[in-house]
C-alpha cells in the first residue's frame, strides 16, 4: 500500500485525520492522481455534510449575556471544517490537480455559511473559507463565480472596518475581477452596492493606492452605477480635506481615461461593446466632469466654487496628455458660452 493510500484510507474513516492533515495539505497532496484527489474530495464532501450539521449551533446569533455555544461537537465541528477548506485550498491551488464535482459542492457549502457563523470562534473557520474562495477564484477554476457575493461583500467589510489596514484594501484590489460577475441591476445586489459606495467615502482606501485603482475600476462596472458613484463623492466635496478632494480629482481623471481609451480601442473588439463603452464615457463625461464643472462656475458660495476647483485641478493638470483639451474644450464651452452671455454680472 502506497503513502496516498494509506492518508486516503484514514481520512475516509476519520474525520478528525483532516484536522491532522490541514497544515501541511500542500505537501502531503503532492503526487496524488487524478482518482485520489476524486476520492479525497468524497471524503472530504462526506465530513464536510456531517460537520455542517454538528456546527449548527454556531450559526445562531448567542443571546445577549450568555457565553458562546458550548460543547466539544460543536469547536470539534468548526475544527473540521476549518481543515476541509484548508485542504480544498490546496487542491484548487495546484494546476496539476483537477476540480472534481464534489470539492466544487464542498467549496460552494463552505462560501454559503461565511456570514452565518456567528459564534466568535468560528472566525478562524471564516478566514479559512474566505481564503478558499479568494485561491479559487485567482486560480481560475471551475464554478468560481458561485464564490464570489458572499467572499466580496466579506473583504468589502473588512476594508471599510475601522480597524482595517491597507492590507485589507490591498487584499479586495486583487479580486476586483470577481466584481464583474454580479448583476448591478438586480435588487439583491444593493447592500453590496451600499458598501462599495462607503469604499468611495473612506479615508483608508483614498490613501491607499490600491484603493485608489479600486475606485477607478468601480466607474466601469454597471453605467447607472456610475451616477451613484458621483453622488456619493459630491457629498463629501464639501466637507473633506483638500487632500482627499485631490484624490479624488485624481480617481476621476484616470476613469475618465480608462473609458475614453476603452472607447478608442473597441472597434478592435474590447470586452465592452461599443455602444456599452459610450455610455461609461457619456455619463463620465457628461454626468460627473461637466457636472462639476457646471456648479464650479455658478456655486453660490466661494467656498463651494473653491472646492470643485480642486477636484477638477488634476483633470486641468493634464491637459497636455492627448484628448484632454480637447474634451476640457467641449465639455467647458457650453457652460462658459451661456454663463458669459447673462446679463447678471454676479
Not at 472597434?267 to 460627473?288: D, I, K, P, Q
Amino acid at each position: 500500500m502506497n503513502r496516498a493510500e494509506a492518508l486516503l484510507l484514514e481520512l475516509e474513516s476519520s474525520a478528525s485525520k483532516l484536522v491532522e492533515l490541514a497544515p501541511t495539505a500542500g505537501e502531503s497532496l503532492q503526487g496524488f492522481s487524478a482518482h485520489e484527489v476524486e476520492r479525497l474530495s468524497e471524503a472530504l464532501a462526506v465530513h464536510v455534510h456531517a460537520a455542517l450539521a454538528a456546527a449548527a449551533p454556531a450559526f445562531d446569533a448567542a443571546p445577549e449575556g450568555s457565553s458562546a455555544v458550548s460543547g466539544e461537537s460543536v469547536e470539534g465541528a468548526l475544527g473540521i471544517l476549518a481543515a476541509a477548506a484548508a485542504i480544498a485550498r490546496a487542491i484548487a491551488v495546484e494546476p496539476s490537480f483537477g476540480i472534481p464535482e464534489k470539492l466544487q459542492a464542498v467549496a460552494e457549502a463552505l462560501h454559503d455559511i461565511i456570514f452565518d457563523l456567528h459564534d466568535p470562534r468560528a472566525s478562524t473557520l471564516q478566514g479559512a473559507i474566505v481564503e478558499l474562495c479568494e485561491s479559487w477564484w485567482l486560480a481560475e477554476r471551475p464554478g468560481r463565480d458561485e464564490l464570489v457575493p458572499q467572499t466580496i461583500s466579506y473583504l468589502l467589510v473588512s476594508a471599510l472596518h475601522e480597524a482595517a489596514t491597507a492590507a485589507d484594501v490591498k487584499r479586495l484590489w486583487a479580486l476586483r475581477s470577481a466584481l464583474g460577475v454580479l448583476d448591478y441591476a438586480d435588487p439583491s445586489v444593493a447592500a453590496l452596492k451600499r458598501l462599495l459606495l462607503h469604499c468611495m467615502i473612506k479615508p483608508l482606501v483614498l490613501r491607499c493606492a490600491e484603493g485608489r485603482k479600486l475606485l477607478v475600476y468601480l466607474f466601469g462596472l454597471h453605467p447607472p452605477f456610475i451616477a451613484e458613484l458621483h453622488r456619493a463623492i459630491k457629498a463629501q466635496i464639501p466637507v473633506c480635506r483638500k487632500s482627499l478632494r485631490d484624490l479624488y480629482g485624481e480617481i476621476y481623471f484616470r476613469a475618465w481615461r480608462a473609458a475614453s481609451g476603452a472607447s478608442s480601442s473597441s472597434t478592435s473588439g474590447g470586452a465592452r461593446g461599443g455602444s456599452s463603452v459610450c455610455a461609461y464615457l457619456e455619463r463620465l463625461e457628461e454626468g460627473c466632469l461637466q457636472d462639476l464643472m457646471f456648479h464650479a462656475v455658478h456655486a453660490a458660495s466661494a467656498n463651494m466654487a473653491t472646492a470643485l476647483r480642486q477636484v477638477l485641478a488634476y483633470t486641468h493638470a493634464q491637459k497636455r496628455q492627448r484628448g484632454v483639451d480637447s474634451m476640457l474644450l467641449r465639455l467647458y464651452e457650453p457652460i462658459l458660452w451661456r454663463a458669459l452671455k447673462v446679463a447678471n454680472p454676479h
